[in-house]
Nanobody, 123 residues
Framework: VQLQAYGGGLVQAGGYLRLSCAASGRTFSNNAMGWFRQAPGKEREFVAA????????HYDDSVQGRFTISRDYAKNTVYLQMNSLKPEDTAVYYC?????????????????WGQGTLVTVSS
């Protein structure tokens, strides 16, 4: 499985971006998918996850109400719609596929990772 994340860029505070994560190789339809981020000098942190069937969505409190995770099985793609962006959202964003069907806030429960896409929010 290969995951390719893209869609990052430079945006002003209050703006929006949509990140995409395209999966190739084995499909991910039986796996939860997650988004994580790592800001400069900080640990990687959980952002959002979507269950294997798309029926359950989970967000970190810092992005709840501003970010939306979704998935398109036909395109083998997971999305992260980010609205009302803040400077503190600046980070490299990574998508990841869970080891099993369950989602988790812990990165060690994910075994495939995209290369990351940089999001920079200016004030």
């Amino acid at each position: 499985v290969q995951l390719q994340a893209y869609g990052g860029g430079l945006v002003q505070a209050g703006g929006y971006l949509r990140l995409s994560c395209a999966a190739s190789g084995r499909t991910f339809s039986n796996n939860a998918m997650g988004w994580f981020r790592q800001a400069p000098g900080k640990e990687r942190e959980f952002v959002a996850a979507i269950s294997w069937n798309g029926g359950s969505l989970h967000y970190d409190d810092s992005v709840q109400g501003r970010f939306t995770i979704s998935r398109d099985y036909a395109k083998n793609t997971v999305y992260l719609q980010m609205n009302s962006l803040k400077p503190e959202d600046t980070a490299v964003y990574y998508c990841a596929r869970s080891i099993g069907s369950s989602w988790s806030i812990h990165g060690n429960r994910y075994n495939y990772w995209g290369q990351g896409t940089l999001v920079t929010v200016s004030s």
